[in-house]
């Protein structure tokens, strides 16, 4: 079963930089490890072929959105197609490495990553860790009901185990996205800001969070720091 490092750096060169800097501080403490970049920057990514295993460009529309902006999450509910490994570990790439992330394939479920809080309709708006949108906007607008239990994800770290769970996860969540994605006026604190023409403000976190609610599915837990 292969296993690899997942980072992804779209639309500008700053977030191709971050990535180069967290695949050397990987390859540093796993210098065994393969390390997948998912890019729209292909050409100059091959310049640093021994950081990047494997590399694989993505085409403009599927990281943004019909006005052109960019929509990171967009892919970032979407990539399960692209993964390269069976197992994989995703990072966000604004960070590093400082130990070796081996140990963060023992996993025993298909979906992983740290759940910052569980939530319910009873809660009202006491989210502390899920601030994207309130309670009743949320549970109104995705038609949840009160046995849904909601889950506050931090995707910036995700280890998936390729099979049914992990593919019904994303393609809920990219779903739920792309086809009921929740108006910026009802987000409680924005992904970026709200008056940002550059980009499109939707968080990924809010989706895969709907998404494992309707799913039933309270991911295991961990703390990747």
């Given amino acids: 079963m292969s296993q690899g490092v ?27 490890v393969a390390i997948q970049l998912i890019t729209s920057m292909k050409d100059d990514a091959v310049v640093f072929s021994q950081l990047f295993d494997v590399i694989t460009p993505v085409s403009i529309d599927e990281y943004t ?5 960019l929509f990171p999450a967009k892919l970032k509910t979407n990539y399960y197609k692209h993964l ?10 604004d960070g590093c490495m400082l130990k070796n992330i081996t140990p963060l394939f023992d996993q025993t479920t ?31 607008h995705f038609g949840l009901n009160s046995t849904h239990r909601l889950p506050a994800l931090n995707s910036s770290f995700v280890f998936i185990r390729k099979g049914k769970i992990a593919k019904a996860i994303f393609e809920t969540a990219h ?19 709200k008056n940002d023409s ?25 703390r990747p720091i």
């Fill in 65 to 69: 959105d019909s006005s052109s902006r």
């Fill in 6 to 32: 997942t980072l992804i750096a779209i639309g500008g060169y700053g977030y191709l930089g971050w990535a180069i800097n967290m695949a050397c501080s990987i390859k540093h403490h796993s210098p065994n």
């Fill in 198 to 222: 550059y980009k499109n403000a939707q968080p990924d976190e809010l989706y895969f969070n709907v998404a494992l609610a309707k799913l039933g599915i309270i991911p295991h837990s961990i």
């Fill in 84 to 93: 390269a490994f069976d197992e994989t570990i995703y990072l966000d790439v």
């Fill in 175 to 193: 779903d739920l996205l792309m086809e009921h994605e929740i108006p910026i006026e009802k987000q409680w604190i924005s992904w970026g800001r």
């Fill in 110 to 140: 298909d979906f992983v990553s740290e759940v910052q809080g569980i939530y319910d309709i009873s809660m009202e708006n006491a989210w502390t860790k899920m601030k994207w949108a309130k309670t009743n906007d949320v549970y109104a």
